[in-house]
């Protein structure tokens, strides 16, 4: 069993910035990622990377604007967002899975309970 616990979201302006955090407790993951969800719209994956080597994968959205990493010795993942737009404006989650390289929710077998990030125009 592996919990997720997401901190760090809130409210910024157009072109701001904001890093988000994941605590994850429990070891049976091999990837873990980022996903948004706006009111109404569908459940978006923003950002994976794979725990051992770390290759990463962005939706087409936040390319060149959001980065995530990880830390694996105090099992914590990121997600530096930069340059943020008001369409950035969701709950973000944080998700744990097998190595299945994808931003597809069916990948993930775990998930937090989110943190909102709200971008004013």
């Known amino acids: 069993q592996v919990r997720l616990v997401e901190s760090g979201g809130g409210s910024v302006q157009t072109g701001g910035s904001l890093r988000l955090s994941c605590a994850a407790s429990?070891?049976?993951?091999?990837?873990m990622a980022w996903f948004r969800q706006a009111p109404g719209k569908e459940r978006e994956g923003v950002a994976t990377?794979?725990?051992?080597?770390?290759?990463?994968e962005y939706g087409d959205s936040v390319k060149g604007r959001f980065t995530i990493s990880l830390d694996n010795a105090k099992n914590m993942v990121y997600l530096q967002m930069n340059n943020l737009k008001p369409e950035d404006s969701a709950m973000y989650y944080c998700?744990?899975?097998?190595?299945?390289?994808?931003?597809?929710?069916?990948?993930?077998?775990?998930w937090g309970k989110g943190t909102q990030v709200t971008v004013s125009a």
């Open positions: 998700a744990a899975g097998p190595n299945l390289p994808s931003l597809r929710t069916a990948a993930y077998n775990y």
């Open positions: 429990g070891d049976d993951y091999s990837r």
């Open positions: 990377i794979f725990r051992s080597l770390g290759t990463t």
